[in-house]
């Protein structure tokens, strides 16, 4: 079983930049993509970013120019970088993992437990 941690969420104003970790342990082998989904209160879990094993890249497109995903496979971590945060952006940010791309939530095997990211205005 694939256990999928977090770190490096928090507050941050308007305009700010945040670095989010996941690191993986478990069954890695079955991992060959890794990524990121967020939730807003009220809202759908929406894609942000997914990564594969070897590191091509899917961007939601509110994101593209601003967020980087990147992955050290030597320690099964994936992070994401997030650049000019909107307030509106403000959710939950789950890490997601699993044998297929994971451009829908139904793809996503293992989830983390997820990490606040707040945006004041």
């Known amino acids: 079983q694939v256990q999928l941690v977090e770190s490096g969420g928090g507050l941050v104003q308007d305009g700010g930049s945040l670095r989010l970790s996941c690191a993986a342990s478990?069954?890695?082998?079955?991992?060959?993509?890794m990524g990121w989904y967020r939730q807003a209160p009220g809202k759908q879990r929406e894609l942000v970013a997914v990564?594969?094993?070897?590191?091509?890249?899917n961007y939601a497109d509110s994101v593209k120019g601003r967020f980087t995903i990147s992955r050290d496979n030597a320690k099964n971590t994936v992070y994401l970088q997030m650049n000019s945060l909107k307030p509106e952006e403000t959710a939950v940010y789950y890490c997601?993992?699993?044998?297929?791309?994971?451009?829908?939530?139904?793809?996503?095997?293992?989830w983390g437990q997820g990490t606040q990211v707040t945006v004041s205005s």
């Open positions: 478990g069954g890695i082998f079955s991992i060959n993509f």
């Open positions: 997601a993992a699993g044998p297929l791309r994971l451009l829908s939530a139904h793809d996503v095997e293992f």
């Open positions: 990564i594969s094993r070897g590191s091509s890249t």
